[in-house]
């Protein structure tokens, strides 16, 4: 074989084996919390929020998902102010685009002022936001147009279902501004984890250590199990493993 075919074929192997047996880039630290978040039940997120910062982190009870589903993603917030008006969808514009702007992965959180008879997110808004790879949508007010939002399978929390509409309401008040939804204060990039036992917030700056406290909140109840199975008794699990 001719010396400069020898030649490349080597370098061709040598860079083969280099790629091969490089690491893969380190995942950014915002996506390994959120992948721990989507992995832990939100009670051991409830928890560990309460125990370690004596703070109520969870929406209100009516705040109930639309079919059974689990996600976990920063927040991306948005403000709507209950005013009548005639201009249509133009004093809405801003929530449209909070969607086309939002990064995949990431939580609408929608708060409608005095909103639980109107619906400020419905089949269309949820189809965008499915197709731009939203891992999730928090409404506290209502929604509308549940068929196609079932079709879609796109995870959706609201405080009810109703058929009215925002349109000429209501005027956008901003976006990836703190608000308060269903109870609970929400900032842009707060990561919202939710289950089928409700929707908690966990601010940015405590996401690492409330997460670890979760995980272990999670491994001491799942242990919890087989003991009490074995055993018939709540009361010595409880007093073995200190969790209730």
Known sequence: MHKKAITALLAA????????????????????????????????????????????????????????????????????????????????????DAIDEAAPGSVYVMV???????????????????????????????????PQIAKLQFPVF?????????????????????VTCAGVPVRAADIVVADMDGVVVVPKEHAAEVLKKAQQLDQSEHSMYPFIEKYKSIREAVARFGRL
Not at 60 to 88: I, M, W
């Open 13 to 96: 192997a040598a860079l083969f084996l280099t790629l091969s047996f490089q690491k893969p880039a380190p995942q950014p630290a915002q996506d390994s919390l959120v992948e721990g978040f989507r992995l832990v039940e939100v009670a051991s997120v409830a928890d560990a929020m309460e125990q370690l910062y004596g703070k109520r982190a969870y929406m209100s009870h009516d705040v109930r998902p639309l079919a059974p589903t689990k996600f976990a993603g920063p927040a991306v917030t948005v403000l709507l102010k209950k005013q009548e008006n005639h201009d249509g969808s133009k004093s809405l514009q801003g929530m449209l």
């Open 112 to 146: 409608l002022e005095d909103g639980l008879d109107y619906a400020g997110l419905g089949g269309l808004m949820s189809t965008a936001m499915k197709y731009r790879g939203l891992a999730g949508a928090v409404v506290d007010g209502g929604i509308r147009d549940t």
């Open 158 to 178: 609201s405080r009810g279902v109703v058929p009215s509409t925002t349109v000429n309401h209501y005027r956008f008040a901003g976006k990836d501004i703190p």
